[in-house]
């Protein structure tokens, strides 16, 4: 098993990271992958899903700045 085969080239998702962790630790346990590879790939899976998390997280946070403060910038929400 090489990293393409292990879908770490294919992460787009955290939902493919976590596809992509389940075939790394099947390789190891099926002897395709050392232990010390099947690491290696997974450090790999685990900075994606950080950064995509990171990406996502940022992505809400200005939608939500974005619908409270309107087109024109100014706060639209009446807050108590």
């Given at each position: 098993?090489n990293?393409?085969?292990?879908?770490?080239?294919?992460?787009?998702t955290?939902?493919d990271a976590v596809?992509?962790?389940?075939a790394i630790?099947?390789g190891?346990?099926?002897?395709?992958l050392?232990p010390?590879?099947?690491?290696?790939?997974?450090?790999l899976?685990?900075?994606?899903a950080g950064v995509?998390?990171?990406?996502?997280?940022?992505?809400?946070?200005?939608?939500?700045?974005?619908?409270?403060?309107?087109a024109?910038?100014?706060?639209?929400?009446?807050?108590?």
């Amino acid at each position: 098993m090489n990293e393409c085969d292990s879908g770490v080239a294919r992460l787009t998702t955290l939902a493919d990271a976590v596809d992509a962790g389940a075939a790394i630790i099947a390789g190891v346990g099926a002897g395709e992958l050392t232990p010390l590879e099947g690491t290696d790939l997974i450090k790999l899976v685990e900075a994606f899903a950080g950064v995509r998390a990171a990406s996502d997280l940022d992505g809400r946070v200005a939608r939500l700045e974005q619908a409270l403060t309107g087109a024109n910038g100014a706060a639209t929400c009446k807050c108590r």
